[in-house]
């Protein structure tokens, strides 16, 4: 079949035909960078942290009362606090080890800053953020240590939080030591921590994400050091891990054993994201929750965009197979078989879809680059823009299957009648 | 003669009910998703004090070495204790505070109470008639009681139910971290979004509430430690809450009111006189690099509106303008599929005004069932936005009688839009031709 009766019977609904393709591209543009957003955030909340998160929970609290945690005396009196509740914890049935973190990943506590190779460089080398714990909390999270050695308790120091003295040692993540050091020597070597305190890496752990998920850290979202420090202030935070399939009853029990051992705390009993004791999947949950529902919002619009463009193509086309059943049936009359008639229809259908791709790939490319001038954003890969073009053909023969059939179906016997 | 135009219009959309209902529902989503979307986006864009916040200033200085980290071009976003502590007390604006983000606990009486953890700010006496800040019972302290750091608290409704069981709690006492504080103020509902006093600590939006207001100095001396961010681009020398307050860190909101172009002026030459004193006094090593934005250029600039609300209010719109392409095509084909009836009716003496009359009217009831459905759809929506956006965000997406009349009338105004053409189309139907066809 020649393309040119077509194109002369389309030149006849010009509006309808500007329509169609118009749709079809606003609609590739907006599904293809909707998507793309999709993509993103499937891809963030997926990222591993580096830890073994089942049958892992947080215990938050604040003592009541607390020493300043400034002077030495009463750093000592917050170490003996903190100390207890971690033998508290241990005692707990169900209970396989309980660490001292002044964060964890995901948690949006950070505390971050610049790494150098030198004293007093003028420009950090990287950035990364510093994690406080004792000798527990390689094992508790259970991080892969690749390099190196663990902490063991003779290295645990303990101090204010304020205070700004580094231990000596240093396990750091795999990213950091690679970009302070790219030839895989950091094993060994010293470094600076914000500008002057010098510390060694004695160990590297294959991966930790920051506890930081904001802009703030993207780019350094994996570099992490680990100080073997318990550090003393007005609250304390400890990472349990429980036998599996205990993870539920331990945190009820905790919550119970801190309070016996000790009334003079807050331990949150908010019933959201406030709570003071949260598995680790909650905190997950929660850190993703955004971009989880940013994902769902994205995915119900581009639903409701395809199908209101599909049943724009059905209806439209059901209005001209309607106006051309005359015509259909003249075919038919003059030998045209029902597999003709179809193919018509497609023809006509992948024509115009075709020209409203072309136009929605550059509207698609121009959106891009707009939401990335505007918002962060990154360029979408061509992937996307090629799916979302054979999506949009696909989904043009499929709508235009039913009005084509219908059409097919014309009698033969329609040329015969007058209206 | 619209009532007729009612009838054939109700008629035509009879004859095909398929295509009525296509066109109903894409009206109806579209609309119901810019809405929904456009809901969040009005409950977070909105100015949260909008009667005073164009007299209301952030005084921002270049407190770090410029071309380092934490620093571009702009200065940084909050204060260090020494120069909030200088403008707090030349108190060059009509009203002016420094405040900081305190989270101690408050001890209830009564045994077997757990100790609670309060969130708040240690702020100046002004910060209250400034924000012209509500209160139920009593109200802020004075000048003096800042001066000599009195054990005074304002706190909110919800803590005064739940320490005190509610009513007028002036007088009483409260014990903060082991020490009596005696309640001066009761506050009424007062909530704002976003927390636009202090965003840099609040981030913005908060589910949490503000339930403890101290006087700064007092809350200094008992060593309440900061809850909010603290920024530093050196080591402090000195460890500790007071080694805190002896650094270059960052950390204290600042807020002034000035009253005035003339006033906002001075206030700037003040800033630039102050930078340039500290720079000759060697504090600072680099010339002057001031801010003074009112409260809606600074929410601007901190990025208040979170992006994630703008990019779906832009998508849903996207969505929207499809689903009116959609209508001119579904209305073109069927306004034109009734160009016999057309051409009778012209061919008696309808002018083209009673064409685009009667049309027009037809493609104005679609938008009012598509609007009828966009509003039970933007009600479902709104209720379960919730479900998708965090809790302090979505909570501020409020279904009320202007977002309702709105869309209303987005609806039948798009459809009435998107009319126009189908409209324009069948007026310029020939009789003669339909006629002689027939």
């Known amino acids: 079949m020649t393309l040119h009766p077509i194109l002369v019977a389309l030149r006849r609904h010009k509006a309808g035909v500007v329509l169609i393709a118009l749709q079809i591209a606003l609609t590739l543009a907006i599904v293809c960078n909707a998507v793309f957003i999709i993509g993103q955030r499937v891809e963030r909340i997926g990222r591993p942290t580096g830890l073994h998160e089942k049958d892992l929970f947080m215990v938050e609290q604040t003592w009541v009362g607390a020493p300043s945690g400034d002077d030495p005396a009463s750093i000592e009196k917050l170490d003996a606090l903190q100390r207890a509740d971690l033998a508290t914890l241990r005692r707990l049935p169900g209970v396989v080890s309980v660490a001292a973190a002044n964060t964890l990943p995901l948690t949006n506590n950070s505390w971050g800053g610049g790494v150098s190779l030198k004293p007093n460089q003028q420009n950090a080398t990287t950035r990364s953020v510093f994690y406080f714990g004792d000798e527990q909390l390689l094992p508790t999270l259970g991080l892969k240590l690749i390099a190196g050695r663990a902490f063991n308790a003779g290295d645990i120091v303990h101090q204010g939080f304020r205070d700004t003295r580094t231990p000596p040692i240093v396990i750091v993540s795999k990213p950091l030591a690679d970009s302070l050091f790219p030839h895989g020597d950091a094993l060994g070597k010293t470094v600076y921590f914000d500008g002057s305190r010098a510390t060694t890496i004695i160990g590297i752990v294959a991966r930790l994400q920051s506890s930081s998920t904001s802009s703030w850290s993207s780019g350094f979202d994996y570099n992490s050091a680990i100080e073997p420090v318990r550090l003393d202030a007005y609250f304390s935070r400890y990472v349990v891990r429980t036998r599996p399939g205990r993870e539920q009853a331990v945190m009820a029990a905790a919550r119970d054993a801190l309070y016996a051992a000790n009334p003079m705390r807050v331990i949150s009993d908010d019933p959201g994201d406030d709570n003071g004791i949260r598995s680790f999947a909650q905190i997950r949950d929660q850190a993703y929750r955004a971009d989880k529902g940013m994902a769902i919002l994205m995915g119900v619009i581009c639903l409701i965009l395809l199908g209101v463009t599909a049943a724009g193509i059905v209806g439209l086309t059901s209005f001209w197979v309607g106006q051309r059943h005359r015509q259909i049936g003249v075919r038919r009359a003059l030998g045209a078989r029902k597999i003709d008639i179809l193919h018509y229809f497609q023809i006509e259908n992948g024509l115009i879809a075709g020209a409203g791709v072309l136009l929605g790939v550059l509207l698609a490319l121009g959106l891009n680059q707009w939401l990335m001038s505007h918002y962060e954003m990154t360029r979408m890969p061509l992937p996307y823009l090629l799916t979302g073009v054979l999506a949009m053909l696909a989904l043009g023969q499929a709508a235009v299957f039913v009005p084509a059939r219908r059409a097919s179906n014309v009698p033969p016997v329609v040329a015969t009648r007058s209206v | ?438």
Request: aromatic letters at 10%.
């Open chain 2, 1 to 438: 003669m619209f009532a007729y135009y009612l009838e054939l219009a109700l008629r035509s959309l009879k004859r095909s009910p398929g295509l009525t209902a296509l066109m109903v529902l894409s009206i109806g989503f579209g609309v119901a998703a810019s809405m929904t979307t456009y809901a969040v986006f009005r409950g977070v864009s909105g100015d949260p004090i909008p009667w005073k916040s164009s007299k209301l200033f952030v005084p921002q200085l270049q407190i770090f070495a410029p071309g380092r980290k934490g620093s571009d071009a702009e200065p940084q976003d909050a204060l260090d204790y020494a120069d909030a502590m200088a403008l707090q007390r030349d108190h060059r604006a009509t009203l002016q505070s420094a405040m900081y983000m305190i989270s101690p606990s408050v001890i209830p009486r009564g045994a077997g109470r757990h100790p609670i953890n309060v969130t708040g700010h240690a702020v100046y006496g002004e910060f209250f008639p400034m924000l012209d800040v509500p209160f139920a019972y009593g109200s802020g302290w004075g000048a003096d009681a800042d001066s000599q750091r009195a054990a005074v608290a304002v706190i909110s409704g919800k803590l005064n139910r739940k320490v005190f069981g509610g009513g007028n709690s002036v007088g009483k006492t409260l014990n903060i971290e082991g020490r009596d504080y005696r309640v001066v103020g009761v506050l009424g509902d007062w909530n704002p979004q976003p927390r636009f006093y202090d965003v840099v600590n609040t981030g913005g939006f908060n589910s949490g509430s503000e339930d403890l207001f101290l006087p700064f100095q007092t809350a200094i001396a008992a060593g309440m430690g900061n809850n909010g961010n603290t920024n530093c681009d050196a080591v402090p020398k000195e460890s500790g809450f007071v080694g805190l307050q002896q650094s270059t860190c960052i950390w204290i909101a600042y807020l002034a009111e000035l009253d005035g172009v003339a006033a906002v002026q001075r206030y700037k030459q003040y800033l630039d006189h102050y930078a340039r004193d500290q720079q000759t006094a060697g504090r600072f090593a680099w010339a002057p690099n001031n801010r003074l934005r009112d409260l809606p250029a600074w929410l601007d600039d901190q990025h208040v509106v979170p992006s994630d609300t703008k990019v779906s209010l832009l998508v849903a719109l996207g969505l929207l303008i499809v689903c009116l392409v959609n209508t001119v095509g579904l209305l073109l084909a069927k306004f034109l599929r009734r160009s016999g009836e057309i051409g009778v009716r012209r061919a008696l003496g309808a002018p083209r005004s009673s064409i685009y009359a009667q049309f027009l009217t037809e493609a104005g009831m679609i938008g009012a069932a598509g609007g009828v459905l966009g509003l039970l759809l933007t009600g479902v929506g709104v209720a379960s936005v919730g479900l998708v956006m965090p809790k302090s965000i979505a909570a501020l997406a409020r279904l009320d009688v202007s977002l309702l009349l709105v869309t209303l009338l987005v609806a039948v105004l798009a459809t009435l839009l998107a009319g126009l053409y189908p409209t324009f189309r069948a007026s310029r139907v020939q009789p003669a031709w339909q006629l002689k066809s027939n």
